[in-house]
Protein backbone atom coordinates (compact mmCIF):
# COMPACT_ATOMS: atom_id res chain seq x y z
CA UNK A 1 0.00 0.00 0.00
CA UNK A 2 1.55 3.18 -1.45
CA UNK A 3 0.96 6.31 0.69
CA UNK A 4 3.41 9.00 0.11
CA UNK A 5 1.03 11.26 -1.82
CA UNK A 6 -0.05 14.12 -0.69
CA UNK A 7 -3.26 15.85 -0.82
CA UNK A 8 -7.00 15.55 -0.05
CA UNK A 9 -9.15 11.78 -0.28
CA UNK A 10 -8.48 8.04 0.61
CA UNK A 11 -5.43 5.96 0.35
CA UNK A 12 -6.42 2.50 1.06
CA UNK A 13 -6.05 -1.03 -0.91
CA UNK A 14 -8.57 -1.81 -3.65
CA UNK A 15 -11.10 -4.38 -2.10
CA UNK A 16 -11.13 -6.10 -5.16
CA UNK A 17 -7.28 -6.72 -4.92
CA UNK A 18 -7.33 -7.02 -1.21
CA UNK A 19 -6.85 -10.87 -0.28
CA UNK A 20 -9.50 -12.97 0.94
CA UNK A 21 -9.92 -13.72 4.82
CA UNK A 22 -6.99 -16.60 5.86
CA UNK A 23 -8.80 -19.86 5.71
CA UNK A 24 -8.25 -23.41 7.43
CA UNK A 25 -8.92 -25.59 4.73
CA UNK A 26 -11.71 -28.39 5.43
CA UNK A 27 -10.83 -31.56 6.71
CA UNK A 28 -7.03 -30.63 8.20
CA UNK A 29 -6.55 -31.19 11.62
CA UNK A 30 -6.23 -27.57 13.59
CA UNK A 31 -2.11 -27.59 14.85
CA UNK A 32 -1.04 -24.15 16.71
CA UNK A 33 1.52 -23.52 14.18
CA UNK A 34 -1.32 -23.94 11.38
CA UNK A 35 -3.54 -21.32 13.36
CA UNK A 36 -0.69 -18.86 14.55
CA UNK A 37 0.24 -19.26 9.96
CA UNK A 38 -3.15 -18.18 9.75
CA UNK A 39 -3.78 -15.25 11.81
CA UNK A 40 -0.28 -13.73 10.50
CA UNK A 41 -1.73 -14.05 6.91
CA UNK A 42 -4.95 -12.22 8.46
CA UNK A 43 -3.39 -10.28 10.09
CA UNK A 44 -1.75 -8.92 6.62
CA UNK A 45 -4.82 -9.14 4.77
CA UNK A 46 -6.56 -6.62 7.50
CA UNK A 47 -3.84 -3.98 7.19
CA UNK A 48 -4.86 -3.55 3.61
CA UNK A 49 -8.18 -2.68 4.60
CA UNK A 50 -7.69 0.82 6.82
CA UNK A 51 -8.31 3.95 5.34
CA UNK A 52 -6.02 6.91 5.78
CA UNK A 53 -6.13 10.40 4.14
CA UNK A 54 -4.06 10.60 1.12
CA UNK A 55 -1.72 13.11 3.20
CA UNK A 56 -0.63 10.10 5.68
CA UNK A 57 3.31 9.09 5.12
CA UNK A 58 4.84 6.36 6.38
CA UNK A 59 6.35 5.88 9.24
CA UNK A 60 9.73 3.73 10.04
CA UNK A 61 7.76 2.75 13.50
CA UNK A 62 5.26 3.84 15.70
CA UNK A 63 5.53 7.42 17.72
CA UNK A 64 6.22 7.04 21.73
CA UNK A 65 2.86 8.92 21.56
CA UNK A 66 0.65 6.07 20.25
CA UNK A 67 2.95 3.23 22.23
CA UNK A 68 0.35 0.38 21.89
CA UNK A 69 -2.51 -0.87 19.75
CA UNK A 70 -5.71 1.63 20.35
CA UNK A 71 -7.50 -1.37 22.92
CA UNK A 72 -4.68 -2.36 24.41
CA UNK A 73 -2.60 -5.12 24.27
CA UNK A 74 -3.72 -8.50 25.31
CA UNK A 75 -1.79 -10.56 27.58
CA UNK A 76 -1.43 -13.26 25.91
CA UNK A 77 1.07 -15.14 24.15
CA UNK A 78 -0.53 -16.56 21.28
CA UNK A 79 -0.93 -12.61 19.73
CA UNK A 80 -0.20 -11.55 16.48
CA UNK A 81 0.17 -7.73 16.56
CA UNK A 82 1.03 -6.52 12.78
CA UNK A 83 1.53 -2.21 13.23
CA UNK A 84 1.78 0.70 10.16
CA UNK A 85 2.71 4.17 11.38
CA UNK A 86 1.67 7.33 9.63
CA UNK A 87 2.20 11.40 10.22
CA UNK A 88 -0.31 13.89 8.82
CA UNK A 89 0.26 17.21 8.39
CA UNK A 90 -3.01 18.31 9.87
CA UNK A 91 -4.42 19.04 13.44
CA UNK A 92 -5.16 16.03 15.52
CA UNK A 93 -9.39 17.25 15.81
CA UNK A 94 -9.49 17.30 11.97
CA UNK A 95 -7.82 13.42 11.25
CA UNK A 96 -9.84 12.37 14.49
CA UNK A 97 -12.79 13.05 12.46
CA UNK A 98 -11.77 12.33 9.42
CA UNK A 99 -10.85 8.76 10.60
CA UNK A 100 -14.63 8.01 12.29
CA UNK A 101 -16.12 9.42 8.94
CA UNK A 102 -14.40 6.52 6.35
CA UNK A 103 -13.92 3.18 8.61
CA UNK A 104 -12.58 0.19 7.21
CA UNK A 105 -15.30 -0.95 4.48
CA UNK A 106 -16.89 -3.75 5.50
CA UNK A 107 -15.58 -4.06 9.16
CA UNK A 108 -18.29 -3.79 12.28
CA UNK A 109 -17.02 -1.10 15.26
CA UNK A 110 -16.91 -2.45 18.05
CA UNK A 111 -14.71 -0.51 20.46
CA UNK A 112 -13.48 3.45 21.02
CA UNK A 113 -11.04 5.25 22.89
CA UNK A 114 -9.68 8.05 24.14
CA UNK A 115 -7.08 9.91 25.81
CA UNK A 116 -9.20 12.36 27.77
CA UNK A 117 -10.56 13.99 24.69
CA UNK A 118 -7.32 15.49 23.14
CA UNK A 119 -4.61 13.45 23.45
CA UNK A 120 -5.42 9.98 21.76
CA UNK A 121 -8.86 8.65 20.46
CA UNK A 122 -9.02 5.13 18.66
CA UNK A 123 -11.60 2.58 17.62
CA UNK A 124 -11.58 -1.25 17.33
CA UNK A 125 -12.92 -2.91 13.87
CA UNK A 126 -14.00 -6.54 14.34
CA UNK A 127 -12.55 -8.52 11.70
CA UNK A 128 -14.14 -12.12 10.33
CA UNK A 129 -14.72 -14.74 12.95
CA UNK A 130 -12.47 -17.95 12.17
CA UNK A 131 -11.44 -21.33 14.34
CA UNK A 132 -8.24 -20.52 14.08
CA UNK A 133 -8.17 -17.40 16.07
CA UNK A 134 -10.39 -16.04 19.22
CA UNK A 135 -10.32 -12.73 18.20
CA UNK A 136 -9.13 -10.32 15.19
CA UNK A 137 -9.36 -6.73 15.42
CA UNK A 138 -7.99 -3.48 13.06
CA UNK A 139 -7.46 -1.32 15.63
CA UNK A 140 -6.61 2.46 14.27
CA UNK A 141 -5.54 5.23 16.57
CA UNK A 142 -4.65 9.01 16.41
CA UNK A 143 -2.72 11.27 18.57
CA UNK A 144 -1.92 14.82 17.92
CA UNK A 145 2.02 16.12 17.21
CA UNK A 146 2.04 19.40 17.42
CA UNK A 147 -0.63 22.15 17.11
CA UNK A 148 -0.86 21.32 12.88
CA UNK A 149 0.22 17.84 13.14
CA UNK A 150 -0.45 14.40 13.89
CA UNK A 151 0.46 10.41 14.01
CA UNK A 152 -1.82 7.51 13.16
CA UNK A 153 -1.08 4.26 14.36
CA UNK A 154 -2.59 0.96 12.40
CA UNK A 155 -2.52 -2.22 14.65
CA UNK A 156 -3.83 -6.16 12.89
CA UNK A 157 -4.24 -7.75 15.98
CA UNK A 158 -5.25 -11.42 15.95
CA UNK A 159 -5.42 -13.65 19.46
CA UNK A 160 -4.78 -17.23 17.88
CA UNK A 161 -5.84 -20.51 19.77
CA UNK A 162 -3.80 -23.10 20.66
CA UNK A 163 -6.23 -26.55 19.61
CA UNK A 164 -4.24 -28.35 21.98
CA UNK A 165 -6.51 -28.87 25.44
CA UNK A 166 -4.69 -28.15 28.42
CA UNK A 167 -3.13 -30.61 30.45
CA UNK A 168 -4.84 -30.61 34.15
CA UNK A 169 -3.98 -32.98 36.61
CA UNK A 170 -6.71 -34.31 39.32
CA UNK A 171 -4.73 -32.69 42.09
CA UNK A 172 -3.32 -34.23 45.54
CA UNK A 173 -7.01 -35.08 46.54
CA UNK A 174 -9.57 -35.90 43.77
CA UNK A 175 -12.66 -37.30 44.23
CA UNK A 176 -14.26 -40.22 42.47
CA UNK A 177 -17.67 -41.04 42.36
CA UNK A 178 -19.90 -43.30 39.93
CA UNK A 179 -23.14 -43.08 38.84
CA UNK A 180 -24.54 -46.11 41.20
CA UNK A 181 -23.05 -44.59 44.00
CA UNK A 182 -23.52 -41.71 46.47
CA UNK A 183 -22.22 -37.61 46.15
CA UNK A 184 -19.89 -37.48 48.86
CA UNK A 185 -21.12 -35.47 51.47
CA UNK A 186 -18.56 -32.31 51.12
CA UNK A 187 -15.80 -31.19 49.06
CA UNK A 188 -13.85 -29.28 51.42
CA UNK A 189 -10.33 -29.49 50.31
CA UNK A 190 -11.52 -31.92 47.27
CA UNK A 191 -8.54 -30.77 44.25
CA UNK A 192 -10.80 -32.75 41.08
CA UNK A 193 -11.18 -35.89 39.82
CA UNK A 194 -10.17 -39.01 38.88
CA UNK A 195 -10.87 -41.22 35.94
CA UNK A 196 -9.77 -44.69 34.99
CA UNK A 197 -9.65 -45.85 31.63
CA UNK A 198 -8.01 -44.01 28.63
CA UNK A 199 -9.51 -41.66 25.51
CA UNK A 200 -9.50 -38.79 28.10
CA UNK A 201 -6.68 -37.12 27.25
CA UNK A 202 -7.99 -35.26 23.65
CA UNK A 203 -11.49 -34.64 24.54
CA UNK A 204 -13.57 -34.06 28.16
CA UNK A 205 -15.62 -37.02 27.64
CA UNK A 206 -15.40 -40.12 25.70
CA UNK A 207 -17.78 -40.74 22.50
CA UNK A 208 -20.72 -43.03 22.68
CA UNK A 209 -23.98 -42.16 24.17
CA UNK A 210 -24.42 -41.96 28.04
CA UNK A 211 -27.22 -44.45 29.74
CA UNK A 212 -27.28 -42.86 33.09
CA UNK A 213 -25.90 -39.83 35.07
CA UNK A 214 -25.56 -38.22 38.79
CA UNK A 215 -24.94 -34.20 39.75
CA UNK A 216 -23.28 -33.52 43.02
CA UNK A 217 -23.83 -29.78 43.79
CA UNK A 218 -21.75 -28.32 46.50
CA UNK A 219 -21.69 -24.99 47.95
CA UNK A 220 -18.02 -24.10 48.48
CA UNK A 221 -17.54 -21.34 51.44
CA UNK A 222 -21.59 -19.86 50.37
CA UNK A 223 -24.40 -20.70 51.78
CA UNK A 224 -25.48 -22.20 55.50
CA UNK A 225 -23.85 -25.25 55.08
CA UNK A 226 -20.14 -24.58 53.54
CA UNK A 227 -18.80 -26.89 51.18
CA UNK A 228 -21.38 -29.45 52.30
CA UNK A 229 -23.52 -31.65 49.82
CA UNK A 230 -26.19 -28.90 48.21
CA UNK A 231 -28.01 -30.77 45.70
CA UNK A 232 -28.04 -34.80 44.41
CA UNK A 233 -29.74 -34.94 41.08
CA UNK A 234 -30.04 -38.40 39.00
CA UNK A 235 -30.00 -38.27 35.51
CA UNK A 236 -32.17 -39.86 32.86
CA UNK A 237 -30.33 -41.59 29.90
CA UNK A 238 -31.94 -38.57 28.07
CA UNK A 239 -31.00 -36.04 30.25
CA UNK A 240 -27.36 -37.66 30.61
CA UNK A 241 -27.21 -37.23 27.15
CA UNK A 242 -28.14 -33.41 26.73
CA UNK A 243 -25.50 -32.95 29.58
CA UNK A 244 -22.66 -34.73 27.16
CA UNK A 245 -23.80 -32.49 24.23
CA UNK A 246 -23.71 -29.49 26.58
CA UNK A 247 -19.95 -30.38 27.72
CA UNK A 248 -19.01 -31.12 23.65
CA UNK A 249 -19.64 -27.57 23.09
CA UNK A 250 -16.99 -26.20 25.32
CA UNK A 251 -14.59 -25.58 22.65
CA UNK A 252 -10.69 -27.14 24.52
CA UNK A 253 -8.71 -24.68 22.08
CA UNK A 254 -7.35 -21.87 23.81
CA UNK A 255 -4.75 -18.77 24.01
CA UNK A 256 -1.68 -19.49 25.12
CA UNK A 257 -0.53 -17.98 28.30
CA UNK A 258 -3.26 -15.77 28.68
CA UNK A 259 -4.02 -13.36 31.53
CA UNK A 260 -7.51 -13.26 32.95
CA UNK A 261 -9.20 -11.72 36.00
CA UNK A 262 -11.83 -14.04 37.30
CA UNK A 263 -14.74 -13.10 39.97
CA UNK A 264 -14.94 -13.76 43.48
CA UNK A 265 -13.73 -17.40 43.99
CA UNK A 266 -16.00 -19.15 47.08
CA UNK A 267 -15.35 -22.97 45.81
CA UNK A 268 -18.86 -23.75 44.82
CA UNK A 269 -18.38 -26.78 42.12
CA UNK A 270 -20.19 -29.54 40.91
CA UNK A 271 -19.44 -32.94 40.10
CA UNK A 272 -20.99 -34.48 36.76
CA UNK A 273 -20.67 -38.22 36.25
CA UNK A 274 -21.94 -40.07 33.22
CA UNK A 275 -22.43 -44.00 32.50
CA UNK A 276 -21.61 -45.45 29.14
CA UNK A 277 -21.82 -48.96 27.54
CA UNK A 278 -18.76 -50.46 28.23
CA UNK A 279 -16.57 -48.27 29.98
CA UNK A 280 -15.78 -47.22 33.94
CA UNK A 281 -18.22 -43.86 34.47
CA UNK A 282 -16.53 -40.35 33.65
CA UNK A 283 -17.22 -37.64 36.28
CA UNK A 284 -16.34 -34.09 35.50
CA UNK A 285 -15.05 -31.62 38.09
CA UNK A 286 -17.01 -28.27 36.98
CA UNK A 287 -16.48 -25.16 39.01
CA UNK A 288 -18.63 -22.96 39.38
CA UNK A 289 -17.38 -19.94 40.79
CA UNK A 290 -14.49 -17.78 39.82
CA UNK A 291 -12.93 -18.76 36.53
CA UNK A 292 -15.33 -21.55 35.86
CA UNK A 293 -13.54 -24.83 34.09
CA UNK A 294 -14.76 -27.76 33.35
CA UNK A 295 -11.69 -31.05 34.03
CA UNK A 296 -11.72 -34.81 33.92
CA UNK A 297 -8.27 -34.81 35.73
CA UNK A 298 -6.43 -35.26 32.32
CA UNK A 299 -7.62 -31.91 30.43
CA UNK A 300 -9.39 -28.90 31.74
CA UNK A 301 -11.52 -26.50 29.41
CA UNK A 302 -12.57 -23.06 30.49
CA UNK A 303 -16.17 -23.07 30.76
CA UNK A 304 -18.01 -19.79 29.15
Known sequence: ??????????????????????????????????????????????????????????????????????????????????????????????VSRWLRAHPPHGMPLDGTANGNGNTMAGASYRGPANPAWQSADLEISVAPAGPDASMIRVDAVILWLDPRPVRSGPGAHPARVTVAGRCPSADQAVTGVTN???GLSQRLLPSGRPTAGLRCRYNGAGGRHPWHLAATTRLTAAQARQAARSMARIPLSHPDGEVTSCPMDIGSAEVLVLAYPGRADVD?????????TVSNGYISAADL
Request: aromatic share 2%; hydrophobic share 45%.
Open 1 to 94: MSLLAAGCGTVTAPVSTAPAAAQVPAGRTATAAGNRNAARAEAARLLTLARLPRAAVRLARPPRSLPGPAMGRPAASSLVDRVRAFEVGQPFGT
Open 196 to 198: PGA
Open 284 to 292: LWITLSGCR
